[in-house]
């Protein structure tokens, strides 16, 4: 049991992993990175967001001056 999980441990860590590592790693990197702006070009939308256009502060003081207004012409 114990030679089997050395020759296990060996395989998926041993000096061959490095290599794979070394490998691996860039492959990932760049089709990661190709997917994201495949993904932000294509896939996404944005995405319009009518409360951000305005404060809330600005919200408040809009309807006070048009509270204010309608009271001054009635």
Do not use: H
């Amino acid at each position: 049991m114990l030679g089997q999980l050395l020759q296990l441990t060996t395989r998926y860590f041993g000096p061959g992993a490095t290599v794979v590592r070394w490998i691996v790693f860039p492959i990932a990197c760049v089709v990661g990175t190709c997917g994201y702006f495949v993904e932000t070009k294509y896939l996404r939308k944005d995405k319009k967001f009518e409360y951000l256009d305005k404060s809330r502060i600005d919200e408040r003081m809009q309807r006070q001056l048009n509270e204010e207004f309608q009271t001054k012409i009635n």
